[in-house]
């Protein structure tokens, strides 16, 4: 079992940054890959970026590749999203997740989420 917890969300400027972070509950986090999902009213929950297991492996959406990083850090079972030049369009509720093998870009294959934190950018 895994409990997920996300912070860090808030209210920005086009253009500036802001840096999510998740903190995992159970003793087996380094067993999980992690992802990030986001969801905007009235739209589909899409996937932003995934971790694997040791960090190693990162995947991102085109729409904020070399915007965002994900990263993780399995002693302090937390994994972050490091999100820079951020655009109105960025403007969701940002969600955790985790999921027992390799990454995968689709939310239906993570097994844990959290609650999320929204993210709102005005221009």
């Known amino acids: 079992q895994v409990q997920l917890v996300e912070s860090g969300g808030g209210s920005v400027q086009a253009g500036d940054s802001l840096r999510l972070s998740c903190a995992a509950s159970?003793?087996?986090?380094?067993?999980?890959?992690m992802g990030w999902f986001r969801q905007a009213p009235g739209k589909e929950r899409e996937f932003v970026a995934t971790i694997s297991w040791s960090g190693g492996t990162t995947s991102y959406a085109d729409s904020v590749k070399g915007r965002f990083t994900i990263s993780r850090d399995n002693v302090k079972k937390t994994v972050s999203l490091q999100m820079s030049s951020l655009k109105p369009d960025d403007t969701a509720v940002y969600s955790c997740?985790?999921?027992?093998?390799?990454?995968?870009?689709?939310?239906?294959?993570?097994?844990?989420w959290g609650q999320g934190t929204q993210v709102t950018v005005s221009s």
């Open positions: 159970g003793r087996t986090f380094s067993n999980y890959a």
């Open positions: 997740a985790a999921k027992r093998g390799g990454t995968h870009l689709v939310p239906g294959a993570y097994d844990y």
